[in-house]
Nanobody, 124 residues
Framework: QVQLVESGGGSVQAGGSLRLSCGAS?????MAWFRQVPGKEREGVAA????????HYVDAVLGRFTITQDNVKNTGYLHMNDLRPEDTAMYYC?????????????????????WGQGTQVTVS
């Protein structure tokens, strides 16, 4: 079982930036980023084939969030710029063998097999 460890969350003012990290203990195929607000379902944010250069983003974050990855460190990053209060959520990274990053807008929690512990992002 691949283990994922997330970090980088925190509290920022509107317009600020954060970088979330997701380190994996094993092989990565698809890495996806989700966020969840209390009382709401976990929703996809961005996804990429790890090691590739084909990230996909939902409309709500397009142009503000960027995925990068370090193949040597086996770590993915979600760069979040121009943060807005509506971005406030618990952010999770996840990996899966079969998930397609093209489908990030319609992915659900059940579509990903391994999850990080989550990191809180608060924008005020």
């Amino acid at each position: 079982q691949v283990q994922l460890v997330e970090s980088g969350g925190g509290s920022v003012q509107a317009g600020g930036s954060l970088r979330l990290s997701c380190g994996a203990s094993g092989s990565i195929y698809c890495m996806a980023w989700f966020r969840q607000v209390p009382g709401k379902e976990r929703e996809g944010v961005a996804a990429v084939y790890f090691g590739g250069n084909n990230p996909h983003y939902v409309d709500a974050v397009l142009g503000r969030f960027t995925i990068t990855q370090d193949n040597v460190k086996n770590t993915g990053y979600l760069h979040m710029n121009d943060l807005r209060p509506e971005d406030t959520a618990m952010y999770y990274c996840a990996i899966d063998l079969w998930a397609d990053p093209l489908e990030i807008a319609t992915m659900t929690e059940a579509d990903l097999s391994n999850w990080g512990q989550g990191t809180q992002v608060t924008v005020s």
